[in-house]
């Protein structure tokens, strides 16, 4: 499938394998889903990573954001969905195949 938002190569390429980390309890995929970069948008601006910091603070939420990845999920392949870079990390083969 191919992503026409976010077309931009994020810190992590499109096709890097990547879980879930820093959920939050109305999340539908947890920690450790499996999933796979599809799509990015960003770097965000210095001045829109201090909003993003501000926004996210009054959540309770710690965290910077420079990119918007869209991933597809392993449990629901060919449905992207956005998720902040703060919500995912890339995952190394040998993880993977455990």
Same mark, same amino acid.
């Given at each position: 499938?191919?992503?026409?938002?976010?077309?931009?190569?994020?810190?992590?390429?499109?096709?890097?394998? $990547?879980?879930?980390?820093?959920?939050?309890?109305?999340?539908?995929?947890? +920690?450790? %889903?499996? *999933?796979?970069? !599809?799509?990015?948008?960003?770097?965000?601006?210095?001045?829109?990573?201090?909003?993003?910091?501000?926004?996210?603070?009054?959540?309770? $939420?710690?965290?910077?954001?420079?990119?918007?990845?869209?991933?597809?999920? +392993?449990? %629901?392949? *060919?449905?992207? !969905?956005?998720?902040?870079?703060?919500?995912?990390?890339?995952?190394?083969?040998?993880?993977?195949?455990?």
């Amino acid at each position: 499938m191919e992503i026409l938002v976010g077309n931009e190569e994020g810190r992590w390429p499109k096709g890097t394998r $990547i879980k879930k980390v820093n959920t939050r309890p109305d999340d539908s995929h947890q +920690d450790g %889903a499996l *999933g796979t970069i !599809v799509g990015a948008l960003g770097p965000a601006s210095a001045s829109q990573r201090a909003e993003l910091i501000i926004e996210l603070a009054k959540q309770g $939420i710690n965290g910077d954001i420079e990119y918007i990845y869209w991933v597809e999920w +392993d449990d %629901a392949p *060919g449905i992207p !969905v956005a998720i902040t870079d703060n919500r995912i990390e890339p995952i190394n083969k040998e993880e993977h195949s455990t």
